[in-house]
C-alpha cells in the first residue's frame, strides 16, 4: 500500500532562515507527487507538484521541491522563510494514470516561524 | 479562478443525528472526494466518485455513509447516525479530465465543514 511519511513534525525557524522538509514515500510504480499547505483557519492549498519531467519544481511563494527517484523523496526547501510562512505542510501522493486515484496525505509538519 | 465551495462551515449536532455536507466541485470537473482530518491528525481520504457512481472507498467509508450528486452542481456526503468519532474537518475535492488523454491529477480542494458531534 501507497505511503507517505514526514519526518519533522514541528519544526520551529527563525525569518530568513532556510527551510527543508523531508517526505518519503513508499511505492514502486509512477506517482504524482504534491505538496499542499494549510494555513492556520484555511482550507488546503497546492503549493506545487511533479508530474513528469525536470526533476526539481517550483511552486508558488518561493517554495521548491526535488524528486529523486532513488530515494523515493520529493523534500521540499525554501532558501528564506518568512513569519507568513507559519503553517502546517502535507506531502502527498497519488498513483498516475489512475483514473479517479485517491491523495495519500503524510501527517504533516508544522511550520512555526518567529519574526 | 474557480473554486470548490462547501456549506456549511461548521456544524454542530448530537450523536446519531443524521447530517448532510454539501459540496460544489468547480463546473467543467468529473471527480469527485471527500477527505476528512481529525483535529491533530493528517488528512484522510473517504471516498471518490466519477460518473455517477462510487470509484474507490476507504475502510472509514462504511455503511453509515454516503455520496450523491443530485444534480449537476452539488456533491453531498450524508452521514446516517452519527458518532463522537466524526467529529473532523470533512473536505471535499474535485479534479478535471482532458479530452483525449489521461486526467490531470491535480484535485482542488474546498475550504472544508467542520463538524462537531456532541
Known amino acids: 500500500a501507497q505511503s507517505v511519511s514526514q519526518h519533522n513534525h514541528h519544526v520551529i525557524l527563525s525569518e530568513a532562515a532556510s527551510l527543508e522538509l523531508g517526505c518519503n514515500y513508499s511505492y514502486g510504480g509512477t506517482v504524482n507527487l504534491f505538496w499542499y499547505v494549510q494555513y492556520p483557519g484555511q482550507h488546503l492549498q497546492l503549493l506545487l507538484k511533479y508530474f513528469s519531467g525536470d526533476p526539481l519544481v517550483k511552486g508558488i511563494k518561493g517554495f521548491e521541491a526535488e524528486f529523486i527517484k532513488s530515494k523515493f523523496s520529493f523534500n521540499l526547501r525554501k532558501p528564506s522563510v518568512q513569519w507568513s510562512d507559519t503553517a502546517e505542510y502535507f506531502c502527498a501522493v497519488n498513483v498516475r494514470y489512475s483514473s479517479a486515484s485517491k491523495i495519500i496525505f503524510g501527517s504533516g509538519t508544522r511550520l512555526s516561524i518567529r519574526p | 479562478e474557480p473554486e470548490v465551495t462547501q456549506t456549511p462551515s461548521h456544524q454542530v449536532t448530537q450523536m446519531g443525528q443524521e447530517v448532510i455536507l454539501r459540496c460544489v466541485p468547480i463546473s467543467n470537473h468529473l471527480y469527485f472526494y471527500w477527505y476528512r482530518q481529525i483535529l491533530g491528525q493528517k488528512v484522510e481520504f473517504l471516498v471518490s466518485f466519477y460518473n455517477n457512481e462510487i470509484s474507490e472507498k476507504s475502510e472509514i467509508f462504511d455503511d453509515q455513509f454516503s455520496v450523491e450528486r443530485p444534480d449537476g452542481s452539488n456533491f453531498t456526503l450524508k452521514i446516517r447516525s452519527t458518532k463522537l468519532e466524526d467529529s473532523a474537518m470533512y473536505f471535499c475535492?474535485?479534479?478535471?479530465?482532458?479530452?483525449?488523454?489521461?486526467?490531470?491529477?491535480?484535485?482542488?480542494f474546498g475550504p472544508g465543514t467542520r463538524l462537531t458531534v456532541l
Open positions: 475535492a474535485s479534479k478535471s479530465r482532458l479530452a483525449g488523454g489521461p486526467p490531470p491529477d491535480t484535485q482542488y
